[in-house]
């Protein structure tokens, strides 16, 4: 595949990803939504279910998703990304870029679906909670640790998955991720995914909220949930590398 097949296909599966994943949020936060008050649990069976969808749509790259997965799978000593897809600098660009640009329209269209129910909303964190994490204890340090261990639980697995012959690489994952969620999400909201995060808390910043007040994006938190994930994907890679 050339660099703009992996770019596209990276951002289809994102964009799906984060249009459920930020949809679910919306859906349980959100002035009169039916889903109002719905729980942690319907928030993480709707990533879950977000991630499956997104990988299947993403299937010719491997539906990674996620740029701690891609540098996971760098990391690991692996030769290729995906079948036929050689690991290159030009292709982890085309990842890491897909990704992102995808999880910036899977958040704008996930807005536009609920575009009433955030005109209504008059709770400003939870308008910024639809789009991007924040901790339930401000600790930049700990906050850190949390999104390292979290996303070298989902990383690790998820390259020990290719060397099992289930064929259930989307419906794994997609367990996984809520497993991940109903276990270490209490702390920071689990990110795990730098393009999860960034894309959406820019188009947060970029969007029409409807402001009852002052518009803040939390960008001093922001770095947390993109090197925590990144370094939890490097370590993933690399015991993956002495392990599998």
């Known amino acids: 595949m050339n660099f703009g097949s992996i770019f596209l296909s990276e951002a ?30 319907l928030i993480s069976f709707g990533w879950g279910l977000g991630v499956m969808a997104g990988v299947y749509a993403a299937y010719k790259t491997g539906g990674h998703l996620n740029p701690a997965v891609t540098i996971g799978i760098l990391c690991s000593g692996a030769h290729e990304y995906a ?3 050689d690991i290159t600098f030009a292709n982890t660009v085309a990842y890491i870029g897909g990704q992102l640009v995808g999880a910036f329209l899977g958040a704008v269209a996930a807005f536009l679906a609920y575009k009433r129910h955030f005109d209504l909303e008059t709770d400003e964190g939870k308008k910024l909670a639809v789009f991007s994490t924040g901790p339930a204890v401000r600790g930049y340090g700990w906050n ?3 999104e390292v261990i979290a996303t070298f639980v989902l990383v690790l ?10 064929g259930l690489g989307p419906v794994a994952a ?8 109903a276990s270490l999400g209490g702390p920071t909201g689990y990110a795990i995914n730098p393009a ?19 518009k803040d ?3 001093s938190y922001a770095w947390v949930p993109v090197l925590g994930p990144l370094t939890g994907g490097v370590l993933a890679g690399l015991a993956a590398h002495v392990f599998f």
């Open 144 to 146: 850190y640790l949390t």
């Open 83 to 85: 079948p036929g897809i």
């Open 196 to 214: 999860r995060d960034l894309g959406p808390r820019i188009a947060h910043a970029l969007l029409p909220m409807g402001n009852s007040g002052r």
């Open 157 to 166: 697995v998820i390259l020990s998955l290719g060397h099992t012959p289930t």
């Open 174 to 181: 997609a367990l996984l991720v809520v497993g991940i969620g």
């Open 12 to 41: 289809l599966g994102t964009g799906i990803l984060l249009l459920l994943g930020a949809g679910v949020v919306a859906n349980v936060l959100l002035t009169r939504s039916k889903g109002f008050d719905g729980g942690w649990l």
């Open 217 to 219: 994006s939390d960008w």
